[in-house]
């Protein structure tokens, strides 16, 4: 079995504790457990993030690998098609190399963001949960987009449409007739400030 990459730096230890069926506590048993467990299988390895589902576990190690235990229904371990249940905690190879830095798991499907803004998706997309037209399940992590969909320029063209947007508010805020409007006095108002004059001579203000 493949293993992600080990790190220098002391590791940081990952307990787990609840129910175990299926493997999701990554112990290599189905048993439950009561009280905090150390995962001995992710010893040698500094953690940055895990994810839980409703019974798959998720781990991401500070060197952007990812490792998934638990239930694989629908796919949602990310190891291909053949995929079954993990006792213990297996690399999830389609994301080799892309360096992931952060990670999600819903009830039966996953997803992973890359440091280069790349999100993949993996498990049930039943309900469209990965975002692909099309796709209605996937055992191993797809890209959201690669299906039709350029988020790169989608992204871009939102990113336009709302600039333009903004100079199109601040534009109708300096218009002539915008700042005519501000400055006109009512009638009432101007009548208001008017200053009337006695017969005595003396000032008084109009009420």
Do not use: N
């Amino acid at each position: 079995m493949a293993h992600p990459k080990t790190m220098a730096e002391p590791p940081i230890l990952l307990y787990t504790w609840g129910d175990g069926s299926r493997g999701a506590l990554g112990h290599g048993t189905v048993d439950r457990e009561e009280s905090p467990r150390l995962c001995l299988a992710l010893l040698p390895f500094k953690l940055r993030a895990v994810a839980c589902g409703a019974g798959t576990t998720l781990m991401l190690t500070a060197a952007g690998d990812v490792c998934a235990c638990g239930a694989a229904d629908d796919g949602v371990l990310g190891l291909g098609a053949r995929g079954a249940d993990r006792l213990a905690p297996a690399l999830v190879a389609e994301l080799q190399g892309r360096a992931i830095t952060a990670i999600a798991c819903g009830e039966r499907h996953a997803a992973a963001l890359s440091a280069q803004g790349e999100l993949l998706c993996w498990g049930d997309s039943s309900d469209h949960q990965l975002g692909v037209p099309g796709v209605a399940r996937s055992a191993l992590p797809v890209a959201v987009g690669s299906v039709g969909v350029d988020l790169a320029a989608e992204v871009s063209a939102a990113l336009v449409q709302a600039e333009e947007k903004r100079a199109a508010a601040a534009q109708l805020r300096r218009s002539p007739s915008a700042e005519s409007a501000a400055r006109r006095e009512s009638p009432m108002r101007r009548s208001s400030s008017r200053r009337l004059t006695s017969p005595t001579g003396s000032e008084a203000a109009a009420a």
